[in-house]
Nanobody, 115 residues
Framework: QVQLVESGGGLVQPGGSLRLSCAAS????????MAWYRQAPGRQRERVAR???????IYADSVRGRFTISRDNGKNTVYLQMNGLKPEDTAVYYC?????????WGQGTQVTVSS
Protein backbone atom coordinates (compact mmCIF):
# COMPACT_ATOMS: atom_id res chain seq x y z
CA GLN A 1 0.00 0.00 0.00
CA VAL A 2 1.47 3.32 -1.12
CA GLN A 3 1.37 6.08 1.48
CA LEU A 4 2.33 9.72 1.09
CA VAL A 5 2.69 11.96 4.14
CA GLU A 6 3.23 15.70 3.75
CA SER A 7 4.65 18.09 6.32
CA GLY A 8 6.05 21.60 6.52
CA GLY A 9 3.05 23.81 5.89
CA GLY A 10 2.17 26.82 7.99
CA LEU A 11 1.58 30.56 8.11
CA VAL A 12 4.16 32.81 6.49
CA GLN A 13 4.32 36.48 5.56
CA PRO A 14 4.43 37.58 1.93
CA GLY A 15 7.96 37.25 0.61
CA GLY A 16 8.76 34.47 3.05
CA SER A 17 9.80 30.87 2.49
CA LEU A 18 8.63 27.41 3.43
CA ARG A 19 9.87 23.91 2.61
CA LEU A 20 7.34 21.14 2.23
CA SER A 21 8.30 17.48 2.57
CA CYS A 22 6.53 14.35 1.39
CA ALA A 23 7.63 10.98 2.75
CA ALA A 24 6.65 8.00 0.60
CA SER A 25 6.33 4.35 1.55
CA UNK A 26 5.10 1.19 -0.08
CA UNK A 27 6.66 1.82 -3.47
CA UNK A 28 9.98 1.79 -5.27
CA UNK A 29 10.36 5.51 -4.71
CA UNK A 30 13.43 5.98 -6.88
CA UNK A 31 11.50 4.76 -9.93
CA UNK A 32 8.44 6.95 -9.52
CA UNK A 33 7.50 10.35 -10.85
CA MET A 34 6.44 12.61 -7.98
CA ALA A 35 4.43 15.81 -8.05
CA TRP A 36 3.08 18.59 -5.89
CA TYR A 37 -0.42 19.95 -6.41
CA ARG A 38 -2.34 22.65 -4.63
CA GLN A 39 -5.96 23.60 -4.18
CA ALA A 40 -7.17 26.98 -3.04
CA PRO A 41 -10.73 27.50 -1.74
CA GLY A 42 -13.22 27.60 -4.59
CA ARG A 43 -10.61 26.65 -7.17
CA GLN A 44 -9.63 23.49 -8.99
CA ARG A 45 -6.64 21.49 -7.92
CA GLU A 46 -3.61 22.44 -10.01
CA ARG A 47 -0.22 20.88 -10.50
CA VAL A 48 2.59 23.04 -9.12
CA ALA A 49 5.67 20.97 -9.94
CA ARG A 50 6.69 17.52 -11.08
CA UNK A 51 9.97 15.62 -10.90
CA UNK A 52 10.97 12.47 -12.74
CA UNK A 53 12.96 9.60 -11.32
CA UNK A 54 16.03 11.08 -13.02
CA UNK A 55 15.47 14.45 -11.37
CA UNK A 56 14.05 16.39 -14.30
CA UNK A 57 11.64 19.02 -13.01
CA ILE A 58 8.84 21.04 -14.58
CA TYR A 59 6.89 23.87 -13.01
CA ALA A 60 3.64 25.73 -13.39
CA ASP A 61 4.13 29.20 -14.86
CA SER A 62 2.80 30.76 -11.66
CA VAL A 63 5.65 29.34 -9.52
CA ARG A 64 8.58 29.02 -11.92
CA GLY A 65 11.61 30.81 -10.55
CA ARG A 66 10.23 30.84 -7.00
CA PHE A 67 9.61 27.17 -6.19
CA THR A 68 12.04 24.27 -6.46
CA ILE A 69 11.10 20.59 -6.38
CA SER A 70 13.74 18.05 -5.41
CA ARG A 71 13.98 14.48 -4.21
CA ASP A 72 16.15 12.37 -1.95
CA ASN A 73 15.79 8.77 -3.08
CA GLY A 74 17.76 7.54 -0.08
CA LYS A 75 15.12 9.02 2.22
CA ASN A 76 12.11 8.28 -0.03
CA THR A 77 11.22 11.95 0.23
CA VAL A 78 10.30 14.71 -2.21
CA TYR A 79 10.57 18.37 -1.27
CA LEU A 80 9.08 21.64 -2.42
CA GLN A 81 11.14 24.70 -1.52
CA MET A 82 8.92 27.76 -1.81
CA ASN A 83 10.53 31.20 -1.86
CA GLY A 84 9.04 34.61 -2.51
CA LEU A 85 5.64 33.44 -1.33
CA LYS A 86 2.59 35.48 -2.33
CA PRO A 87 -0.92 35.58 -0.87
CA GLU A 88 -2.15 33.80 -4.01
CA ASP A 89 0.02 30.82 -3.07
CA THR A 90 -2.33 30.17 -0.16
CA ALA A 91 -3.75 26.66 -0.60
CA VAL A 92 -3.67 23.10 0.62
CA TYR A 93 -0.64 21.43 -0.94
CA TYR A 94 -0.77 17.75 -1.87
CA CYS A 95 1.90 15.23 -2.73
CA UNK A 96 1.01 12.95 -5.65
CA UNK A 97 2.24 9.97 -7.59
CA UNK A 98 0.80 7.67 -10.22
CA UNK A 99 1.68 4.01 -10.18
CA UNK A 100 -0.22 2.03 -12.78
CA UNK A 101 -3.14 1.64 -12.46
CA UNK A 102 -3.74 3.98 -9.53
CA UNK A 103 -3.13 7.56 -8.49
CA UNK A 104 -2.09 8.29 -4.90
CA TRP A 105 -2.46 11.44 -2.81
CA GLY A 106 -1.25 12.57 0.57
CA GLN A 107 -3.56 14.13 3.13
CA GLY A 108 -2.42 17.66 2.28
CA THR A 109 -0.71 20.42 4.23
CA GLN A 110 -2.05 23.97 4.56
CA VAL A 111 0.07 26.89 3.40
CA THR A 112 -1.20 30.35 4.29
CA VAL A 113 0.56 33.48 3.07
CA SER A 114 -0.67 36.52 4.92
CA SER A 115 0.57 39.57 6.76
Amino acid sequence: QVQLVESGGGLVQPGGSLRLSCAASGTIFSATVMAWYRQAPGRQRERVARITSAGTAIYADSVRGRFTISRDNGKNTVYLQMNGLKPEDTAVYYCNTFIIPKEYWGQGTQVTVSS
